[in-house]
């Protein structure tokens, strides 16, 4: 197994890495790619999705069978990638289905790559799907004896992910995706009736699926009932947008929502109930499509009910309970997740594999395994594991220069954002070549896109502001020969820039994780009562992780060649600069002023094009 965080690194491995070895005569690997379920066209949901568009919209459910023939690898990314196709939740596989069992087995997507999966010798996977299948008992994937942990600078967080719990507002709506709409007037719940009806199993089978109806309904009130009154009761004067605030204690924050809970808890009770009249009284398994969707609500309906008790009552402190607020101040979600994942994580490696490799660029902090042996609990793994830190292959001391300019303030301040602006607008008005930005803050982000826009220092300003998919913005940076984009969280890494698709790098401030951030402030806590100092055990290593994440966003290739400007003068000025220094790539060289920055980095850009040996390609 090969596992990777990102799927932009698989391409790249596929692409580079695998198909020169598998150029090598007398190899013959066997290579696959096996995603995650929801990736891929589930066959029944295809061919329903184009019957019923074909009543109210005949030519396009005629494009969509022709878009769906053509998804040759069966991903729903081929279908939905063109404009006005389905959603992609609503042709993918659904989290709980039949298998073998489905009536349309043969022309299963997932099922056809899950087969091919298990008969090669390497598979590519993402870590959340090899994790899932440790947590289904290997279900998926098969047996296996080694793997390779690439990005595994992700894996804690990605293990807390997968044994966090939550509960949001749109879990019922998910709940019923398939079966919906739950009514007579459906052709499958008319079937089901007749198939009832004529085994005799079931007395007024038409009334119990009325009652099934109901039930769903009263959930779905109850449900949106309860996160309306955590939004009064806890944000009525709706100051919390887009955040996450943290709670201790289940039980006294959600005190005076307890009714809605209990109400919650009777009703899937009583969902829970009706169908399992149903399922048992079912005589032969002709509507066993529909029948599963029932099995999968009954089953789900029971885990979201035990979670939200858990989540509403919640004091643990080895864990940490937080709600999450929408842009509009409302509740949408109340999660929970382990503080720490070692002993969990050790159990995984000791029991799924005979060996295992753990690899990034990133990985090691000022030469050693410390940090990421502490977290993954590898400590706790027999024997000793063998290191090795190997050299960049790249010359960054003839290819990369890292400016820091000083003079700017404290990132913390006010006029801050404005400051870092002018150096961003001299940059781009002193070069042609394209600049990414990245940004710490999605407010500081929007400050700079405003300041930039009215300056209109390059024509092609793109910003992520959650309007545009990363990938797609992108695509277009690569397409724009003077583009100037303005990047957050996940541009800092898994973005492939070779060549002059990046030639400026510019880092306003420091990317220290936000200390108030529920997981941040709870791990920081957990640290205080052992007698460690959470920035240096935690805040500090998470931001030389981070900062070289971006910076490694500049040079790809062996002929790339570029300018990282950082414009946070704590790097110098603070007693932890000299740490964060000592992972740079290449020494810093300090300017004094916007001017001799923009200056320094137009020649530094202008001698590389004219020298052909150090050119990027």
């Known amino acids: 197994?090969?596992?990777?965080?990102?799927?932009?690194?698989?391409?790249?491995?596929?692409?580079?890495?695998?198909?020169?070895?598998?150029?090598?005569?007398?190899?013959?690997?066997?290579?696959?790619?096996?995603?995650?379920?929801?990736?891929?066209?589930?066959?029944?949901?295809?061919?329903?999705?184009?019957?019923?568009?074909?009543?109210?919209?005949?030519a396009g459910a005629l494009s969509l069978g022709l878009a769906l023939s053509l998804a040759t690898e069966g991903l729903t990314g081929e279908v939905c990638a063109q404009p006005g196709r389905a959603a992609?939740?609503?042709?993918?596989?659904?989290?709980?289905?039949?298998?073998?069992?489905?009536?349309?087995?043969?022309?299963?997507?997932?099922?056809?790559?899950?087969?091919?999966?298990?008969?090669?010798?390497?598979?590519?996977?993402?870590?959340?799907?090899?994790?899932?299948?440790?947590?289904?008992?290997?279900?998926?994937?098969?047996?296996?004896?080694?793997?390779?942990?690439?990005?595994?600078?992700?894996?804690?967080?990605?293990?807390?992910?997968?044994?966090s719990i939550s509960v949001s507002s749109g879990d019922i709506e998910r709940l019923f995706e398939q079966a919906a709409p739950v009514s007579l007037s459906d052709d499958r719940w008319k079937f089901l009736a007749v198939e009832l009806?004529?085994?005799?199993?079931?007395?007024?089978?038409?009334?119990?699926?009325?009652?099934?109806?109901?039930?769903?309904?009263?959930?779905?009130?109850?449900?949106?009932?309860?996160?309306?009154?955590?939004?009064?009761?806890?944000?009525?004067?709706?100051?919390?947008?887009?955040?996450?605030?943290?709670?201790?204690?289940?039980?006294?924050t959600f005190a005076d929502a307890r009714e809605y809970i209990t109400e919650i808890r009777?009703?899937?009770n009583e969902l829970r109930n009706i169908i399992k009249v149903i399922l048992e009284a079912v005589g032969s398994r002709q509507a066993i499509a529909l029948?599963?969707?029932?099995s999968f609500i009954e089953e789900r309906a029971g885990i979201i009910s035990e979670a939200l008790e858990y989540l509403t009552?919640?004091?643990?402190?080895?864990?940490?309970?937080?709600?999450?607020?929408?842009?509009?101040?409302?509740?949408?979600?109340?999660?929970?997740?382990?503080?720490?994942?070692?002993?969990?994580?050790?159990?995984?490696?000791?029991?799924?594999?005979?060996?295992?490799?753990?690899t990034s660029a990133t990985l090691a902090e000022r030469g050693s395994f410390d940090f990421i042996k502490e977290n993954l609990g590898l400590r706790l793994l027999p024997g000793q594991p063998i290191e090795l830190v190997s050299g960049s292959p790249f010359s960054y001391d003839e290819n990369c220069m890292i400016l820091l300019q000083n003079g700017l303030g404290d990132p913390n301040e006010a006029g801050f954002a404005g400051r870092a602006t002018e150096v961003v607008r001299a940059l781009a008005s002193g070069t042609d070549c394209r600049i990414m930005v990245l940004l710490t803050s999605y407010r500081m982000c929007s400050s700079m896109a405003g300041f930039l826009s009215e300056s209109r220092v390059r024509e092609t300003i793109l910003v992520q502001d959650g309007t545009e998919s990363r990938e797609a913005l992108a695509a277009r940076f690569r397409a724009s020969e003077r583009a100037l984009l303005l990047g957050v969280a996940s541009f800092w890494e898994g973005v492939d820039f070779p060549g002059d698709q990046l030639e400026i790098l510019v880092i306003p401030r420091l990317p220290f994780p936000v200390p108030t951030e529920p997981v941040i402030e709870a791990r920081s806590e957990r640290l205080r009562r052992l007698g460690e100092n959470p920035f240096t055990k935690l805040h500090l290593p998470l931001a030389v992780l981070r900062l070289r994440q971006g910076i490694g966003r500049l040079i790809r290739r062996s002929g790339d060649r570029g300018v990282v400007v950082i414009l946070d003068s704590r790097l110098s000025g603070r007693p932890y600069g000299s740490i964060m220094l000592s992972s740079l790539p290449v020494p810093i060289v300090e300017t004094a002023s916007t001017d001799e920055t923009a200056a320094r980095a137009a020649a530094w850009i202008a001698k590389g094009k004219a020298e052909p040996g150090v050119m990027k390609n």
């Open 1 to 58: 197994m090969i596992s990777t965080h990102t799927r932009n690194l698989q391409d790249q491995l596929l692409s580079g890495e695998m198909h020169n070895i598998s150029a090598i005569p007398g190899i013959d690997l066997g290579v696959e790619r096996l995603l995650g379920r929801e990736n891929y066209i589930c066959s029944r949901k295809a061919v329903s999705a184009v019957t019923r568009l074909s009543e109210e919209d005949p």
């Open 291 to 294: 029948l599963q969707d029932l």
């Open 197 to 252: 009806e004529a085994s005799g199993n079931l007395k007024e089978p038409r009334v119990w699926i009325e009652k099934l109806s109901v039930a769903g309904a009263g959930l779905s009130t109850s449900f949106e009932a309860f996160f309306d009154s955590v939004t009064a009761l806890l944000n009525p004067r709706g100051g919390f947008r887009g955040v996450r605030t943290r709670y201790h204690d289940g039980g006294e």
């Open 88 to 163: 992609r939740r609503s042709l993918g596989a659904p989290p709980r289905c039949g298998m073998s069992a489905c009536d349309m087995a043969q022309l299963c997507p997932l099922m056809n790559a899950r087969k091919k999966a298990r008969g090669a010798g390497i598979v590519f996977v993402n870590h959340a799907l090899i994790l899932t299948d440790y947590a289904q008992g290997n279900s998926i994937l098969g047996p296996y004896q080694c793997v390779v942990f690439d990005e595994a600078h992700h894996l804690e967080d990605c293990v807390v992910e997968n044994l």
């Open 266 to 268: 009777y009703n899937i």
């Open 313 to 358: 009552a919640g004091s643990d402190e080895e864990s940490v309970f937080w709600i999450e607020w929408s842009a509009s101040g409302r509740a949408v979600a109340i999660c929970g997740s382990p503080l720490r994942v070692d002993r969990r994580f050790a159990d995984f490696v000791e029991s799924s594999c005979e060996s295992a490799v753990f």
